[in-house]
């Protein structure tokens, strides 16, 4: 890393201030925001999805130029022209969406730009000693090293990514929704990191909508709505409530309606699905109009699981039954899954979810084509009328269903990938972590659509990993550990106590037994 980052500020001093910072595309996006930065402050900043937020924050970082306003960087004038430029200040950013490379090994992930060389080649035994050193400290010590990213969960590869922005001299960090694929440890682990980091005058800007980690790690609160700056206060003075209603204009339910439904005959039997060392033989029945949970600590087998079901990995062992019958499903690929009424919203929206550079109306209706098209050709009038529906129904924002959806905030993508499957219409439905970088508002709307869909007696089962969503929406919940359910909770009948005892309970003993759900 550079050597010649500017000695920090006194604490009178700020370290980055904004002035006027606006950002218009074909439309403005940020107008007129000015926040000041100070030494060892953890500033939240939150807005629903398409408030600004990241676009902020890539101007900070020199991903994006702003339009209007000035910055300036220990009082002088600071406008980083790429990400490098900013880095090489101490200017770092973990993004929502992630920046490793999944050929290479974590080792060479996190040193990448200055892998250790001896003798003109690249010296192994240091490098290897220095990822495990840089692992250790987000708790990934148990990890190979010269293990592929690309081998790895969206979770395991979000900390690897925030251990890569930990290396060497930092002075603002930002952190763009951090914890949306981390569960209770791996939080835990990025907290302590986040008060040392502060207690070394690091400056960091934590975006998230999970509010009590807001109240829990920020000193103050900055809030954008529709691009504007409408609340720079101490967070201590606000709760969750007032958070809220600055966010969206309006209070949010803190309830979720789960009446009207009947529990029916099960729509999916799965007996015995196991795949090598990640999923062990594991068995569960989900019944027409539940919503079945499963919780469990990264790399403890959720989303392989869910993955074994809908045929994107091939079993070692094990069966699939549909409905009533005693006939296991022939469900060799993903497309075999969708054809037999199985749908699957997975974690990672952007690798696997999304064809980024079509349209919302091209993605909403991409597994219902038969539906918008007629002689062999597709009816882009059609795919419009279905798409604007879904775009009024889950809130997406957008100019309207001809944009491409690499144009859209994060959570609107992952509103786009929910609209598709809720089109296609199949009876057993497989949420990966529905809500990752949802805002508070946003998330109910959301948790409103999956009641509804269990109304109409379809089957859902959702890993997610946070508990509070699972504990407020589910019928059941499924707790994996080391590969196996462990346990499973009756509505009621849990208490996060209860489901992190589980969750940990395969990693203490040598072996686990798998448990029906």
């Not at 100070?38 to 902020?56: D, F, M, R, Y």
């Not at 880095?87 to 770092?92: H, M, N, Q």
């Not at 809720?422 to 709307?445: H, N, Q, S, W």
Request: hydrophobic share 45%; net charge negative.
């Amino acid at each position: 890393m550079p050597t010649d980052i500017p000695p920090a500020p006194s604490a009178a001093t700020p370290l980055l201030t904004l002035d006027n910072i606006g950002k218009s595309y074909v439309g403005p996006v940020l107008g007129g925001v000015g926040l000041r930065f100070a030494p060892g402050q953890v500033l939240a900043l939150t807005g629903e999805n398409g408030a600004g937020k990241s676009t902020l924050s890539k101007i900070i970082c020199g991903l994006e130029q702003a339009t209007t306003g000035t910055m300036l960087l220990d009082g002088k004038p600071y406008q980083p022209a790429s990400r490098g430029a900013a880095e090489a200040l101490g200017i770092r950013m973990v993004m929502q969406e992630l920046n490793l490379i999944p050929t290479l090994s974590i080792a060479e992930n996190l040193y990448l730009k200055n892998l250790p060389q001896r003798f003109g080649f690249i010296d192994r035994t240091r490098l290897e000693r220095d990822a495990r050193e840089q692992m250790e400290k987000v708790g990934l010590g148990g990890l190979d090293p010269w293990t592929l990213v690309g081998e790895l969960g969206i979770g395991h590869q979000q900390m690897i990514e925030i251990a890569r922005n930990l290396i060497g001299a930092c002075r603002l960090l930002v952190l763009d929704e951090p914890t949306a694929m981390l569960t209770h440890r791996e939080v835990e682990l990025l907290f302590l990191q986040i008060e040392r980091l502060k207690a070394d005058g690091v400056c960091i800007i934590y975006i998230s909508h999970r509010l009590e980690e807001l109240k829990r790690v920020a000193d103050r609160i900055a809030v954008l709505r529709d691009g504007q700056l409408v609340c720079d206060d101490d967070i201590a003075g606000h709760s969750a409530a007032d958070l809220v209603s600055l966010m969206v204009g309006r209070s949010a339910d803190d309830a979720v309606d789960l009446s009207g439904r009947t529990l029916g005959a099960p729509l999916l039997r799965v007996r015995g699905l196991a795949r090598g060392k990640v999923v062990n033989p594991t068995s569960f029945d989900l019944r027409a109009g539940e919503i079945l949970g499963i919780a469990g600590l990264i790399g403890s087998g959720r989303t392989e699981l869910l993955r074994l079901i809908f045929g994107a990995d091939r079993a070692d062992a094990g069966d699939v039954f549909l409905g009533d019958s005693e006939v296991p499903a022939a469900l060799h690929s993903p497309q075999a899954a969708v054809q037999a009424g199985i749908a699957m919203i997975t974690e990672d929206r952007k690798g696997q979810g999304l064809l980024l550079r079509q349209s919302i109306a091209v993605n909403t209706t991409l597994a219902s084509l038969d539906t918008v098209s007629g002689a062999g050709w597709l009816n882009d009038a059609a795919e419009a009328t279905v798409a604007d529906d879904y775009i009024q129904r889950l809130g997406i924002r957008s100019r309207n269903s001809a944009q491409t959806v690499a144009e859209l905030s994060g959570g609107n993508q992952q509103k786009v990938v929910i609209a598709r499957w809720l089109y296609r219409d199949c009876p057993v439905m497989l949420f990966d972590e529905p809500t990752r970088g949802i805002d508070i508002g946003a998330k109910f709307d959301i948790y409103q659509v999956l009641a509804e869909q269990a109304r109409q007696g379809k089957g859902l089962v959702i890993v997610s990993s946070d508990l509070r969503e699972l504990m407020l929406i589910c019928d059941r919940i499924a707790v994996m550990s080391a590969g196996s359910i462990v346990e499973t909770f009756e509505r009621g009948a849990w208490s996060q106590d209860a489901l992190l005892s589980a969750a940990f309970s395969g990693y203490l003993t040598p072996t686990s037994t798998p448990a029906a759900a």
